[in-house]
């Protein structure tokens, strides 16, 4: 067993070359599996302690006062560090850092061999939640005392290593030998433990992990066959509701602190009678209800009694992986049966093994880092996961351009023969299906199965959406469709790898350069209708309409050729590809069937590609809406093409709720004033088609909520939008320091935000709130809601996703800020061409489609805050046209009914102070 010196250190800041200090030092030291010393200091420097490390540290200038100089300890550190691995997470920050520290000293700097417990965890724990250190603790179940102090920090890594380090040794021995493959382009220092293991597990009789089997030079975790099991369970519905919503029934034993819902339970009886009435069923459950339960009990209920199959379809991924994780082991609680529950996502969300075998058979000398660490960590993942989701992964920036490469969706279709068709992803969770009685799936795979005349999902007749007021759209982009320049990009670079002659690839660079010319002269035109029928969207895109009609004829012929000379392109390709098949066909090579499948599916791929610029460029097809989007500050051929219908209800009755028995659709935000009439028109439904039913919250909305109007907030459509942006900077600042922080700020345009957030800055001190901004602050929706959630005073601004999905309950927020009521702006495409159908209609387009939509969106941001009966908060709303405009009352009325309160700012403020005091 090797010796590991585990090294954290606080500093004074990143960079040591620009006089950044070392203020404490942790080492521990790992010996023959266990750990042997420890050694911690704080160290004197020379420099006060920036405010920023102290809050976070805690350590001050009074603490390392009397503490040693870093020279007198030098030598304690070098003799820690002798002859071990040196150890650190993020190692080139600790092992640079202390190095120059010694060099400044007078010492020799450290040259043991390395380990990143980063880079460690991100192979050997594949499925963490993250990889700060802080997750991984939470992962592995490491107590944490201390964060962000030198010795508690490297106390917590050494436990880490020393965990991971187990797992590796249990990996088979085929596993290790492909890593070891991969190991001279990894940053750490793995060849000697590697070769260590191997030769442990081939010279000693050492048990191997039952769980797993190598096939064909990997090693996979083996899948359990599927079983569907019939049961005699006669108990009728009611009989089963009571035992399980009673006072001290099944539900009140399995949860704890469960408080009954008398609307819950309704829910759950309503939609038990849709199914048993085949009948759909459209459900308003406002925030409280525990709509997700009150759903699955009626329908998971059906399907055991009557053997069928239910399809719920949500809309977020988050929301299925909740599922599955938190209601299904519950429901397995309060069924006296058993049942399977199964979640299936397109087939680019699953690994292909067959796709993954042939790469690893490739050199890895032209791979990147992030290829190389991709390969590694799916190497051990497969070890582990059942369902080869890709979703369970954190990949690195390039892994997912090399995902593009393995994923089921490149396999095309696995012929039955194959060695790995019994072994695939995405093949299991069919045959899992096949027998499921609940199917989880999200909108985008529901859409796209419908479109696919029902080819992706096991045949179902009874189905239940959630967020359903996400259906219609969801559908209209898939019963489009899209063209984006770095999708063609990279389609020729693939094809460059299977027509390698001279010829081809002189085509293939003809293709390239005729698409540069079109996308360009594409991103032009988009920049030449700025402030014409253009608009911003909400991710900084700057998005027109497109259609030829309206178009200078000059501009109709110059785009023509240039598509015409590209699209000629793209069928000399297809040609040669087709030729290149024939080629094949009379190789007896061991790899003709895989060579002969790829080129099957490029040339789909390209064939594709021809219909749709066909479709987008020129076909003057009046039922579609088509527009282009540009990369506002991207390259000049950052250009994305689209295309929908202008009306999708019609489509989703006659391919959706005809061909079902029932389908039941539901979200807090389905109704306008209590009306359903406007979602039942999205979906192409009459009102005696379908039962509705609205459960109300149980929250006390009057007692939890105060919703605050100022009257005296400049109007953004009379004054500058400078002088708008500056007053409510200032409200938010004022509002912050009443709910210190804990703050969602909603915005609807990207733009807005920005400037915002650069106000911000200027109100508040350095250190006084953290601002959490969307587009600015790096990571995803759930990684800053988890940053906001982690500071004491975090301001989050948001747009777009952040209206609706995020769930922060308790103190963590108290209060909404809604910038501006949500409008689409009338300049965007799609509610251009929607409006001008409404008024061909003879319809009005504000009352009909801008009005609800906005009204829709506005539920969703005012939902935000109360998440339980003890929640309590503020909703202050800085658009005046809610009290001034006629239409105001649409929102107010739609809305739980709150506390409102209609002054100016200073008095609302001082409410607001007196109300949280």
């Known amino acids: 067993m090797k010796k590991f010196a585990v090294v954290d250190l606080e500093t004074t800041g990143q960079n040591p070359t620009k006089g950044d200090q070392i203020i404490e030092v942790g080492i521990v030291v790992v010996e023959d599996g266990m750990i042997t010393q420890q050694f911690g200091t704080y160290v004197k420097p020379d420099q006060e302690i920036p405010l920023f490390i102290s809050h976070l540290t805690g350590i001050t200038d009074e603490q390392v006062q009397s503490a040693p100089l ?5 030598e304690d550190i070098i003799e820690l560090c002798s002859d071990a691995y040196f150890v650190a997470h993020h190692v080139q920050f600790d092992l640079g850092f202390l190095n120059e520290a010694l060099m400044d000293a007078g010492f020799s700097p450290i040259r043991e061999k390395v380990i990143d417990t980063v880079e460690f965890a991100r192979i050997f724990a594949p499925r963490a939640t993250g990889y700060k250190l802080s997750q991984l603790a939470e992962d592995l179940n490491v107590q944490h005392q201390q964060p962000h102090r030198a010795l508690s920090d490297a106390y917590v890594t050494a436990k880490i290593l020393l965990n991971l380090l187990d797992k590796a040794r249990r990996l088979p021995v085929e596993t290790v030998e492909k890593l070891l493959d991969l190991e001279p382009k990894l940053n750490s220092d793995f060849h000697a433990l590697f070769t260590q293991w191997i030769d442990d597990k081939k010279y000693t009789l050492e048990e191997t992990n039952p769980s797993i089997e190598v096939y064909r030079g990997l090693g ?4 359990e066959k599927p079983v569907r099991e019939s049961h005699d369970w006669d108990t009728s519905f009611g009989e089963f509701i009571e035992e399980v919503f009673a006072s001290d029934g099944n539900l009140q034993q399995a949860l704890k602190g469960y408080e009954t819902r008398e609307g819950q339970r309704e829910m759950a009886e309503f939609l038990f009678d849709s199914f048993q009435g085949e009948k759909h069923a459209f459900v308003e459950a406002e925030t409280g209800t525990g709509k997700t339960l009150a759903y699955l009990l009626p329908g998971l209920y059906y399907a055991l009694q009557h053997n069928e199959r239910i399809v719920i379809s949500t809309y977020t991924t988050q929301l299925q992986s909740q599922l599955l994780d938190q209601e299904i082991p519950l429901l397995k609680s309060l069924f006296p049966v058993s049942f399977d529950a199964v979640i299936v996502k397109g087939k680019s969300h699953y690994l292909s093994l067959k796709k993954f075998e042939q790469e690893l058979e490739k050199p890895p000398w032209d791979d990147n880092y992030d290829v190389i660490l991709t390969k590694a960590l799916l190497l051990v993942w497969i070890t582990e996961t059942d369902s080869g ?9 390039s892994g997912r351009i090399f995902w593009r490469r393995v994923n089921a969706e490149a396999e095309r279709t696995l012929d039955p023969k194959s060695p790995w068709f019994s072994r695939t992803y995405y093949q299991r969770i069919r045959r899992r299906a096949q027998k499921a009685h609940l199917i989880i799936t999200n909108h985008a795979l529901l859409c796209t199965d419908m479109v696919h005349d029902y080819e992706f999902l096991p045949s179902y007749q009874y189905a239940i959406v959630d967020e359903g007021h996400h259906l219609d759209r969801t559908a209209s982009r898939h019963f489009g469709m899209k063209v984006d320049y770095v999708s063609i990009q990279y389609l020729l670079n693939e094809l460059e790898e299977i027509l390698t002659d001279n010829q081809s690839l002189e085509e293939i660079a003809e293709a390239k350069e005729h698409a540069d010319y079109l996308f360009r002269y594409l991103f032009d035109f988009v920049q030449n209708q700025k402030g014409n029928r253009s608009s911003y969207n909400d991710i900084g895109r700057i998005q027109t309409l497109f259609n030829r009609q309206d178009m200078e004829e000059d501009t109709v012929v110059f785009l023509g050729d240039l598509a015409s000379r ?22 007896e090579s061991m790899n003709q069937e895989e060579d002969e499948e790829e080129i099957n599916r490029k040339i789909e791929q390209v064939d594709a590609l021809i219909q749709n610029l066909h479709l987008f460029l020129y076909e003057e097809e009046t039922s579609m809406i088509k527009w282009i989007e540009i990369e506002a500050k991207g390259a000049r051929n950052a250009v994305y093409l689209y295309c929908e219908p202008i009306e999708t209800g019609s489509l989703l009755k006659q391919q959706f709720y005809q061909q079902k028995k029932s389908v039941v659709l539901t979200s807090a935000t389905l109704t306008i004033r209590n009306s359903f009439s406007y979602i039942l028109t999205r979906n192409g439904l009459e009102e005696d088609e379908v039962f509705t039913k609205k459960i109300p919250s149980p929250f006390s909305y009057e007692d939890q909520v105060q919703l605050l109007v100022p ?11 400078e002088d708008f942006l500056s007053a409510i900077s200032y409200n938010i600042y004022e509002l912050a320091q009443i709910t210190e922080g804990r703050m969602l700020v909603l915005f609807t345009s990207y733009q807005m935000l920005r400037k915002t957030h650069e106000m911000l800055k200027g109100f508040f001190d350095q250190d006084d709130f953290m601002i959490i901004s969307q587009g600015i602050s790096s990571g995803s929706r759930s990684r800053l809601q988890k940053n906001f959630q982690s500071f004491n005073r975090a301001i989050l601004l948001g747009t777009s996703s952040f209206w609706e999905g995020i769930d922060i309950p308790g103190e963590d927020l108290s209060s909404v800020v809604i910038v501006r009521l949500p409008f689409e702006p009338p300049g965007h495409p799609v509610y251009h061409a929607k409006a001008e159908a409404l008024r061909e209609e003879g319809k009005n ?9 906005a009204v829709i969106r506005f539920k969703q941001g005012f939902g935000r805050l109360i998440r339980s009966s003890k929640d309590r908060g503020i909703v202050f709303v800085c658009d005046g046209r809610l009290m001034k405009a006629k239409y ?21 403020l001082d409410q607001a102070r007196k109300w949280f005091s």
């Open 220 to 223: 996979i975790k083996k899948q």
């Open 389 to 397: 989701d890709v979703d369970e992964l954190h990949l690195p920036s």
């Open 70 to 74: 870093f020279s007198e300890i030098a």
């Open 711 to 721: 009257n005296d907030l400049p109007q953004i459509n009379k004054d500058k939008e």
């Open 888 to 908: 105001g009352k649409y929102f107010i009325e739609s809305i739980p009914q709150a506390s409102l309160l209609y002054d100016d700012a200073h008095s609302l």
């Open 566 to 587: 590209f699209i000629f392109s793209l069928k000399d390709l297809s040609v040669r590809l087709d030729h290149n098949k024939e080629s094949i066909q009379t190789d």
């Open 845 to 853: 387009p504000f009352m009909q489609l801008a009005l609800p939509n």
